[in-house]
């Protein structure tokens, strides 16, 4: 079992020249990381780093953010990854949380913060390249890249080797509005780490894509697994995530061995690079997660890659990933749905009643998991709130009589409309299973059923949606309202921006009533 900070060490002294990080125009071997991870770790030492402290990184995915983690690490510190495109409030908003001193920034990250006018108690920032040095509140100081450079690159020894100190934070959305710090230690990622590099016979020559945003969990196994086997890791940038002839021409070019993303990506390569006539042939293995893959979709996305392995990940960001399913083929045109599988990592899980009493096969219940790959618990300002086990997902499933466990949606998407209890996946699900629809996401507004859906088929109507939904559901989940839109909008680590859609349909809805109180009321002038 090994530290994070090990991993690089070993593979800078077994094979220095091999690529580490792969990004658009940089090359950084396992020697250039090593060494420029030290420097980093001398860098927050000097600046007044020490155990246990947090350590911000704010900055697009690269190889020197990558050393950046590491550093931190290095220096007995906690890495914080936070996310480019939030706005600076929210940034702000969880470095006081988590009482962040120190960050590793962009230059053009810092001037929009600065500019932003947001305080926060961060009294060091680290360029993380070269530029102009931005006006900065008195108590703070800016660092340049030169200064982390100018570091030894001798070899700095490890702080400690407790497997159960804090190694990272990840921040999620928080059901009050305000954002979660998941407190994750190296024991509880090493549990993923060497589950999934042992589970797909990671090597030292896959390139694995990094297509997750460094703040969402997914990139755990895009950074750490490849670093502990050496593999190298080719960056996906932003600009690239979005587009699907550019996704799959990165893979293409780059000969990418290895991909990890949510389904909406791989979806994108479908509808837009035309996948399934180009084909992916260095790929050997997919994984997914974060959302549910719509059979349609998958089963295109098998087909056009036959010769790679797919694998279902499953698990919230507090415990990363719990149950994994290997898919033995492509699904017949009888599945509606595929497992999330069984407990991996180590793990163990429990699927118990509103009562707390195990449920039987076929029943469905609300999804427990306890073991290694559980988080420490939440940090809240600056008093860490240890997790209890075996903790609760809020993940409604059903095991079926061969053990494999079926996914039902979340108890939090669980609403009563009328007086009927509803799970809102179940109407996404049968309204994914209409031909010309691509993305589809309900919701409950005022005491209402409104679907969302972008369509393939323009000339697919409201009434044959409708009429769809009736074949496959009770009336009284029939979705009151149709709403059909060009393109979801996306959240920065790729899912469906609920809120921001649920908003966009509250705020429609305001206009209309407007528009009809005013011509009412223009009609009432004119009797």
Same mark, same amino acid.
């Given at each position: 079992m090994m530290r994070l900070d090990q991993f690089v060490s070993a593979w800078a002294e077994y094979d220095p020249n091999h690529v580490a990080v792969e990004g658009v125009i940089e090359k950084i071997t396992y020697r250039d990381l090593d060494q420029l991870a030290d420097r980093f770790a001398r860098l927050f030492l000097r600046l007044g780093v020490r155990k246990g402290d947090r350590v911000g990184v704010h900055m697009p995915r690269s190889g020197r953010t990558v050393a950046a983690m590491l550093g931190a690490l290095r220096a007995g510190a906690?890495?914080?990854?936070?996310?480019?495109?939030?706005?600076?409030? /929210?940034?702000?908003?969880?470095?006081?949380?988590?009482?962040? /001193?120190? =960050?590793?920034?962009?230059?053009?990250?810092?001037?929009?913060?600065?500019?932003?006018?947001?305080?926060?108690?961060? /009294?060091?920032?680290?360029?993380?390249?070269?530029?102009?040095?931005?006006?900065?509140?008195?108590?703070?100081?800016?660092?340049?890249?030169?200064?982390?450079?100018?570091?030894?690159?001798?070899?700095?020894?490890?702080?400690?080797?407790?497997?159960?100190?804090?190694?990272?934070?990840?921040?999620?959305?928080?059901?009050?509005?305000?954002?979660?710090?998941?407190?994750?230690?190296?024991?509880?990622?090493?549990? $993923?780490? @060497?589950?999934?590099?042992?589970?797909? @016979?990671?090597?030292?020559?896959? /390139? =694995?894509?990094?297509?997750?945003?460094?703040? $969402?969990?997914?990139?755990? $196994?895009?950074?750490?697994?490849?670093?502990?086997?050496?593999?190298?890791?080719?960056?996906?940038?932003?600009?690239?995530?979005?587009?699907?002839?550019?996704?799959l021409e990165r893979i293409r070019q780059r000969n990418i061995s290895v991909w990890y993303s949510v389904p909406s990506a791989l979806i994108l390569m479908l509808d837009?690079?035309?996948?399934?006539?180009?084909?992916?042939?260095?790929?050997?293995?997919v994984y997914f997660a974060g959302e549910v893959f719509p059979m349609?979709?998958?089963?295109?996305?098998?087909?056009?890659?036959?010769?790679?392995?797919?694998?279902?990940? $499953?698990?919230?960001?507090?415990?990363?990933?719990?149950?994994?399913?290997?898919?033995?083929?492509?699904?017949?045109?009888?599945?509606?749905?595929i497992p999330i599988g069984h407990p991996s990592c180590g793990d163990q899980m429990r699927v118990l009643d509103d009562a707390g009493q195990p449920v039987k096969p076929g029943q469905m219940g609300e999804l427990f998991i306890e073991g290694p790959t559980v988080m420490v618990g939440y940090w809240n300002a600056g008093a860490p709130l240890l997790a209890k086990q075996p903790y609760p997902t809020g993940d409604m499933v059903s095991q079926r009589e061969d053990g494999a466990v079926m996914y039902h949606g979340r108890r939090d998407h669980m609403v009563k409309v009328h007086g009927y209890r509803i799970e809102l996946g179940e109407i996404e699900s049968a309204l994914l299973l209409h031909p010309g629809i691509q993305e589809a996401i309900t919701m409950v507004v005022g005491q209402e059923l409104v679907a969302v859906l972008v369509a393939s088929d323009p000339q697919l109507s409201i009434l044959q949606i409708k009429q769809h939904c009736a074949a496959k559901l009770p009336r009284y989940m029939i979705p009151s309202d149709v709403r059909p839109v060009a393109s979801?909008?996306?959240?920065?680590?790729?899912?469906?921006?609920?809120?921001?859609?649920k908003q966009d349909v509250i705020a429609e809805n305001e206009a209309r009533a407007k528009a009809m109180t005013e011509a009412r009321a223009a009609a009432r002038g004119t009797k």
């Amino acid at each position: 079992m090994m530290r994070l900070d090990q991993f690089v060490s070993a593979w800078a002294e077994y094979d220095p020249n091999h690529v580490a990080v792969e990004g658009v125009i940089e090359k950084i071997t396992y020697r250039d990381l090593d060494q420029l991870a030290d420097r980093f770790a001398r860098l927050f030492l000097r600046l007044g780093v020490r155990k246990g402290d947090r350590v911000g990184v704010h900055m697009p995915r690269s190889g020197r953010t990558v050393a950046a983690m590491l550093g931190a690490l290095r220096a007995g510190a906690v890495y914080v990854p936070l996310d480019p495109g939030s706005p600076p409030a /929210r940034i702000a908003l969880i470095a006081k949380d988590c009482g962040i /001193r120190h =960050v590793v920034i962009s230059p053009v990250l810092l001037s929009s913060w600065l500019a932003s006018g947001v305080t926060s108690p961060v /009294r060091h920032f680290v360029l993380s390249a070269d530029g102009p040095l931005p006006a900065v509140d008195q108590d703070a100081a800016i660092h340049r890249w030169a200064e982390v450079l100018d570091e030894s690159a001798e070899r700095l020894e490890p702080p400690s080797h407790n497997m159960d100190e804090l190694a990272y934070i990840l921040y999620t959305s928080g059901s009050t509005g305000v954002p979660k710090g998941v407190m994750l230690s190296h024991r509880n990622a090493f549990a $993923f780490i @060497e589950w999934a590099g042992n589970q797909i @016979e990671l090597h030292h020559s896959d /390139r =694995v894509a990094s297509v997750a945003p460094f703040h $969402f969990d997914l990139s755990i $196994f895009d950074v750490w697994t490849s670093l502990w086997v050496g593999a190298s890791i080719v960056i996906v940038d932003e600009t690239t995530v979005v587009s699907g002839p550019r996704m799959l021409e990165r893979i293409r070019q780059r000969n990418i061995s290895v991909w990890y993303s949510v389904p909406s990506a791989l979806i994108l390569m479908l509808d837009q690079a035309d996948l399934e006539a180009q084909g992916a042939p260095s790929l050997r293995a997919v994984y997914f997660a974060g959302e549910v893959f719509p059979m349609k979709h998958l089963r295109r996305a098998m087909r056009a890659l036959p010769q790679a392995k797919f694998w279902n990940l $499953f698990g919230p960001t507090e415990t990363n990933v719990c149950m994994a399913y290997a898919l033995p083929g492509v699904p017949s045109e009888e599945d509606q749905t595929i497992p999330i599988g069984h407990p991996s990592c180590g793990d163990q899980m429990r699927v118990l009643d509103d009562a707390g009493q195990p449920v039987k096969p076929g029943q469905m219940g609300e999804l427990f998991i306890e073991g290694p790959t559980v988080m420490v618990g939440y940090w809240n300002a600056g008093a860490p709130l240890l997790a209890k086990q075996p903790y609760p997902t809020g993940d409604m499933v059903s095991q079926r009589e061969d053990g494999a466990v079926m996914y039902h949606g979340r108890r939090d998407h669980m609403v009563k409309v009328h007086g009927y209890r509803i799970e809102l996946g179940e109407i996404e699900s049968a309204l994914l299973l209409h031909p010309g629809i691509q993305e589809a996401i309900t919701m409950v507004v005022g005491q209402e059923l409104v679907a969302v859906l972008v369509a393939s088929d323009p000339q697919l109507s409201i009434l044959q949606i409708k009429q769809h939904c009736a074949a496959k559901l009770p009336r009284y989940m029939i979705p009151s309202d149709v709403r059909p839109v060009a393109s979801m909008p996306r959240t920065t680590s790729g899912k469906i921006d609920r809120v921001r859609v649920k908003q966009d349909v509250i705020a429609e809805n305001e206009a209309r009533a407007k528009a009809m109180t005013e011509a009412r009321a223009a009609a009432r002038g004119t009797k």
